[in-house]
């Protein structure tokens, strides 16, 4: 099993890499390639390679997962109480996944499917997803510190987090809510936001292109002469 090209994307001899202030996963390069159903019973699962499976989690289960590579796996009853640290998914398939009260900490989705997800009341610290499709996804009463959503579709999804350091580079964001959100210092210039709904009292120090900003004030019923 070779998954160093992978792993040097988030090491460096100091530990993990900082990308855009957010913290890569911290996996050995050495981990046991094992199948999911022998690990069932366990409550803490540290360094495992896991590929190709259908993965199904006990929903009223405590479940730590720690410095483990999914790769190519599709997740049934991801939900409640989970909690996972220093983890990487790989073009798997997390859709309708549901995350109360749970956590990622320094975990990475690359080229993962999360439609129709929902994290609600979860903590999620130094986070990548990059290539995902996140559609109808939504995201509520959550803490987030460094997360980061590249080259992301997230139409049709809601937001309402407490956030330090969110950034949306190139995602699609048609039809995406905030409204019950504070938008300062979060960057959209680069993302698709046609239809996005936002509170105007909450949009202080929001960051739009001079495209957006038109369309915005036009949403907001302000008239603009040449």
Do not use: W
Request: charged share 25%; aromatic share 12%.
């Amino acid at each position: 099993m070779n998954i160093d090209l992978i792993i040097v994307l988030f090491y460096n001899e100091s530990g993990g890499k900082m990308i855009n202030k957010i913290i890569g996963p911290k996996i050995s390069n050495c981990l046991e390639s094992t199948n999911f159903e022998k690990l069932k019973d366990e409550e803490v699962i540290t360094g495992f390679y896991f590929k190709n499976e259908v993965i199904e989690f006990d929903i009223d289960k405590y479940l730590e997962i720690n410095g483990c590579f999914f790769e190519n796996c599709q997740f049934i009853n991801f939900n409640s109480n989970l909690h996972l640290t220093d983890v990487v998914f790989k073009t798997c398939d997390l859709s309708n996944m549901k995350l109360y009260e749970g956590s990622f900490t320094r975990c990475s989705f690359k080229e993962c499917r999360l439609m129709g997800g929902n994290i609600v009341d979860a903590f999620l610290e130094n986070v990548l997803f990059e290539d995902c499709l996140l559609t109808y996804i939504n995201i509520f009463n959550t803490k987030v510190k460094n997360v980061n959503f590249k080259d992301c579709d997230l139409k049709d999804s809601s937001f309402k987090v407490e956030y330090k350091n969110l950034n949306f580079d190139c995602c699609n964001l048609a039809n995406s809510e905030f409204q019950e959100m504070e938008m300062k210092d979060i960057d959209l210039a680069n993302s698709d936001i046609k239809g996005i709904a936002l509170n105007p009292r909450k949009i202080n120090g929001m960051i739009v292109n001079s495209e957006q900003a038109l369309a915005m004030a036009l949403m907001l019923g302000i008239v603009i002469k040449d």
